[in-house]
């Protein structure tokens, strides 16, 4: 009974890794523990499924229609949209009566088998039996479960700091160019001291450049092309992937090769966790294992655990202290205990996919921004949204992240356009707007923008080269961080 009343069901699909994620979602909603949370009525239930079946091209027969879903994998970012929304519904011969009515059932009968799994499937540390993802085992950088909680920024900004508004400049400062490559730019990354930028190619180099004055410092020499780039915590440490199906690591000072983790697959996201004894890795869309975060030990080399997000996982994002890493994709924000491997919660809200999650720098919020247009916090320890929803974007969302005082959040599109908000008053300014212009790059994937440690540069693609943006001279307080 405690578990029924306190503890989240796990998805359905770990039993069925077949299972449709729109289907999923729309489950998982049916069995959220609190009453606001769910489905009004039961006919809001059916209209949420029979909605998602609308969308499928198969027979018109519902039953059809829903076993077709459970069997499908998601073609696209619009699959994966639910409305719980209930449609204009015209008036239907009995025999369409009668398949709304197998919809509901066909629902009904999903989110009674994700309860028996729930209740039946559990071990005594609260993952289920089968399908889990592995332990993965502590490092030196990984504090313990009943380790004492590291020491946070304060939630709220201290009265000195509530000059920090933003503001339209008089004359705004165009962005800096770097002429970066000879072939299309395909990633960018910031040193954690924020003095150096790293960018790669389609020209198999890798290019190193002072933040300062956009004079390059170094040059590495790959032997394939490199997707993304990442810096160890240190700084120390480069990390590149891409299509060649493995990680080189890089030591940033000699300009040498350390060392190479097979991956087994392509790479499109790459990031080290706090401490930088673990570097994660992602296909994205493409690849066997795109529902999968995979972890590996950088000391080892060695493959240590696998977070099934569920569908094309899209982003990663860690607590400061360690304890929690993010991910963000088609189906919702998925919340991890780095320590174990469990999945804590799923955050669910957009419609359709979530194109990017962080954490802000107090640990005790999520931002994340989705393919419908909008940006949303999150309460990182219950999952329950936070108002404001941040609208005004008319492309399809990008990149999110918080400044470095957590004050302020920065909202990317894949139309190019780049804002600046700040929450507590949902007044944002648009540092480039969404453009259809053909000479304006889309942004496209996140390896292609990065922002700077302390929140004032923003780095993105400009064809082969690199715009450095000034964010500091949208911000009343210039000095806050």
């Known amino acids: ?30 069995m959220k ?45 619009q699959d994966t949209t639910v409305s719980s929304a209930i449609p204009q519904v015209e008036k239907r011969s009995p ?22 799994i729930f209740l039946s499937g559990k071990n005594k540390d609260g993952r289920g039996a089968e399908g889990r993802n592995p332990v993965i085992p502590e490092s030196p950088d990984q504090p313990k479960e009943n380790d004492p909680p590291a020491k946070k920024p304060d939630a709220d900004p201290k009265p000195a700091d509530k000059a920090l508004l933003l503001k339209e400049p008089a004359e705004v400062k165009p962005p800096r160019l770097i002429k970066a490559h ?21 020209d198999k180099t890798i290019r190193l450049w002072n933040v300062a004055d956009g004079e390059r410092k170094g040059k590495l020499d790959p032997d394939s092309k490199i997707w993304c780039l990442a810096f160890s915590p240190d700084g120390k440490t480069l990390a590149a992937g891409g299509p060649d199906k493995k990680v080189t690591l890089w030591n940033v000072a000699e300009g040498e090769a350390t060392g190479t983790i097979e991956t087994g697959d392509v790479v499109e996201l790459v990031a080290f966790a706090p401490g930088g004894s673990r570097l994660t890795t992602s296909t994205g869309d493409f690849g066997r294992s795109k529902n999968y975060l995979k972890v590996w030990d950088v000391e080892t080399k060695k493959l240590v655990g696998n977070f099934n997000h569920g569908a094309g996982v ?3 994002s ?48 999520l931002v994340s921004i989705g393919a419908d247009k909008t940006v949303r916090i999150w309460d990182a320890k219950t999952g329950n949204f936070q108002k404001p ?21 920065l ?71």
Request: with cysteine; aromatic share 8%; charged share 25%.
């Open 1 to 30: 009974m405690a578990q029924i009343v306190g503890a989240e069901p796990e998805r359905p699909s770990l039993l069925r890794p077949d299972l449709h994620p729109q289907l999923e979602v729309i489950v998982m909603r049916a």
């Open 33 to 77: 523990k609190k009453g606001e949370d769910r489905y009004a009525t039961m006919s809001d239930f059916a209209a949420a499924l029979g909605h998602s079946a609308e969308a499928d091209s198969g027979p018109r027969t519902p039953v059809n229609r829903v076993k077709r879903l459970m069997e499908e994998v998601p073609r696209s970012a």
């Open 95 to 116: 025999s369409r009566k009668r398949g709304w009515i197998w919809v509901a059932v066909a629902g009904l009968a999903a989110a009674m088998l994700a309860g028996g």
């Open 182 to 202: 000879t072939d299309s730019l395909s990633g960018v990354a910031f040193s954690p001291d924020g003095k150096t930028l790293a960018t790669c190619s389609g």
């Open 314 to 316: 899209t982003s990663v």
């Open 318 to 365: 860690f607590s400061r202290d360690g304890k929690l890493w993010a991910t963000s994709g088609y189906t919702g924000i998925c919340l991890w205990n780095a320590a174990t491997g469990a999945k804590k919660d799923t955050f669910l809200g957009h419609e359709g996919r979530v194109m990017y999650a962080a954490f802000r720098p107090d640990d005790k919020a």
């Open 389 to 409: 929803v941040l609208a005004g974007h008319t492309r399809p969302g990008h990149f999110v992240s918080y400044t470095a005082n957590g004050r302020l959040i």
């Open 411 to 481: 909202s990317t599109t894949e139309g190019g356009g780049i804002f600046l908000w700040d929450p507590s008053t949902k007044k944002h300014v648009i540092v480039r707007e969404d453009s259809g212009n053909p000479r304006v790059v889309a942004l496209g994937k996140a390896s292609y923008l990065a922002l700077s440690p302390d929140g004032k540069t923003l780095a993105c693609k400009k064809g082969n080269d690199v715009l450095l943006f000034d964010l500091g001279q949208y911000w009343d307080n210039a000095e806050g961080k």
